[in-house]
């Protein structure tokens, strides 16, 4: 098979990350790049930003969290990057073109990015950045099967030899999951497959890592010396990025309220992840903005590694069990942060979505789930479901969830841990029989996480059908053709169900008024955006 991606020992995922609008905008849609421009932009001031998760590490390329990714993509940019309307386009790179047989890509760089050690960025810097995207990132595993050489051809120049035609290698090099963030040629030979150190986070972005004080705050500052790309309507991820701010601290802060009150009282300007009963307060509040954007989704995840459900009639009766209308009513309350949809991919995102080969998703059949549930394997032993308790939304989810299967006859046992304990109980299947969680935006099957082969992320699932299905998408070149093959995605999921999708999920953050220009694409980031008086 094409892909054999094999488990790599990273800490990983994600709270919740998304795609942005603010109060002022009735369709959160149209307001994916920001809010509406207000007065000409002022430099200077500290943007303090309150997190309710702290990350791993800062390191993009090995980490896949969005409290990496939050706070890394202000320090570190890609080869290539998507722009606000999802396609790939240059960043670094200044150009490329594809040979006549489309295995060889030849990138040009642009000849003026520095990194933050001052040292400019060359093609040896983009070399050994790929080797070790092709060895630490899960979407460089997926690329990696097909790279044959990857060389400098002169200073400002690299040539990249694929062994055969693979369409999706673009995209996959603009992944804004597991990042081809570019580091210094040292850097990247020094990490090697290791996460980087505090030292080692030098890359070419807006604003440069300072400090890191453990359980307390990562400080940024503003890199005088970055060299903006000319286009400012590209958006997203790349185009023209300007530091207004001359430093941004990301503050660790483990509850909603205390965030809610800091802004308030000026204490912070930007909060992330707030529970959604708080909407209503802080609508009718002129001095707080409401900040909602769609997230991707959340889910229950089965480990298929072992019994109860490596029998597929498990997985079956739970699905059928589970009224995911209710569980995301429950979680969520007011319908706005949460939409019913069974696809891998959302109608937002373009030719990613399709609509077809999920018509079990919402199936609520207590009857049906007793009688697959009698049919299988299954002996009545404890169903151990785990979550992170630093999550409000995960917990009603799971304490739902858990009435729903004893309502049909499984025994379930709830299990939580704190946020970092839980990424490491994840690791191992004998610690868990089903996990909730939740998965931020994705942009390519590549970067599906939850269906990683044979890893603790996706469940241990292993699928021919899947793998068939991750093969053809690396060489479809037609909408029409990757249409066909999302919807073959949707029905392989569908079918196997190696996880159980609850439902789209909308996240809820809020920002003091006097921040102006935010950008919330997949998630806030801070370049091109300043404070009033």
């Not at 480990?303 to 009639?313: I, N, R, V, Y």
Request: charged share 30%; hydrophobic share 35%; net charge negative.
């Amino acid at each position: 098979m094409k892909i054999r991606v094999t488990f790599t020992l990273i800490a990983f995922i994600l709270v919740i990350s998304l795609i942005g609008c603010n109060k002022e905008s009735a369709n959160k849609n149209e307001a994916m790049d920001g809010e509406e421009s207000a007065g000409e932009p002022t430099n200077g001031g500290t943007f303090k930003v309150a997190i309710g998760s702290e990350p791993d590490s800062l390191d993009w390329m090995y980490i896949s969290a969005t409290a990496t990714r939050d706070i890394a993509w202000h320090i570190f940019e890609n080869l290539f990057a998507l722009d606000k309307d999802f396609k790939a386009k240059p960043m670094i790179a200044e150009d490329y073109n594809i040979s006549d047989d489309e295995t060889t890509y030849t990138i040009k760089l642009r000849e003026d990015v520095i990194f933050h050690d001052g040292s400019k960025v060359t093609a040896e810097d983009v070399v050994a950045s790929t080797e070790r995207w092709r060895k630490v990132s899960s979407v460089g595993l997926i690329a990696n099967e097909y790279i044959e050489q990857v060389k400098a051809i002169d200073e400002y120049t690299v040539e990249i030899k694929l062994n055969e035609v693979y369409n999706a290698f673009i995209s996959d090099m603009a992944a804004p999951k597991s990042a081809l963030i570019i580091i210094p040629a040292e850097i990247a030979e020094d990490a090697d497959d290791q996460p980087l150190t505090q030292e080692q986070l030098i890359g070419t972005g807006p604003y440069k890592f300072d400090k890191w004080d453990k359980g307390s705050e990562i400080v940024l500052s503003r890199f005088d010396d970055y060299v903006a790309r000319e286009e400012g309507d590209w958006g997203g991820l790349t185009g023209k990025k300007e530091a207004y701010v001359d430093e941004i601290e990301f503050k660790i802060v483990k509850d909603p309220q205390v965030m809610v009150n800091g802004l308030k009282t000026g204490l912070y300007d930007y909060v992330q992840n707030i529970p959604p009963d708080l909407y209503d307060t802080i609508e009718v509040d002129p001095t707080m903005d409401p900040v909602t954007y769609m997230n991707g989704y959340e889910i229950i995840s089965a480990d298929k590694s072992e019994a109860p459900f490596d029998d597929l009639k498990v997985r079956q009766a739970l699905n059928y069990s589970l009224d995911k209308e209710a569980i995301a009513k429950g979680a969520y309350g007011n319908e706005q942060f949460y939409d019913l949809d069974g696809a891998l991919f959302t109608p937002e995102q373009g030719e990613l979505y399709s609509e077809k080969g999920s018509d079990n998703y919402l199936v609520y059949d207590k009857e049906k789930a007793k009688s697959l549930l009698e049919a299988s394997s299954y002996n009545g032993e404890t169903v151990r479901m785990m979550y992170s308790n630093d999550n409000v939304a995960y917990e009603k989810v799971a304490q739902i969830a858990k009435q729903q299967m004893e309502d049909v006859g499984f025994k379930v046992e709830l299990v939580t841990y704190e946020w970092a304990t839980y990424l490491e109980k994840w690791m191992d299947p004998e610690n868990w029989d089903l996990v909730v969680i939740g998965w931020s935006t994705r942009f390519s099957p590549s970067e599906l996480g939850m269906l990683e082969v044979n890893a603790a992320r996706s469940g241990w699932y292993e699928s021919e059908r899947w793998e068939d299905h991750i093969e053809s998408w690396g060489i479809a070149k037609t909408s029409e053709q990757k249409k066909k093959i999302l919807t073959e995605m949707n029905q392989t999921i569908d079918d196997e169900l190696p996880f159980i999708k609850v439902a789209n999920v909308n996240r809820f953050d809020v920002k003091n008024n006097k921040v102006k220009d935010l950008t919330n694409w997949v998630g806030p980031h801070f370049w091109n955006t300043w404070k009033s008086e």
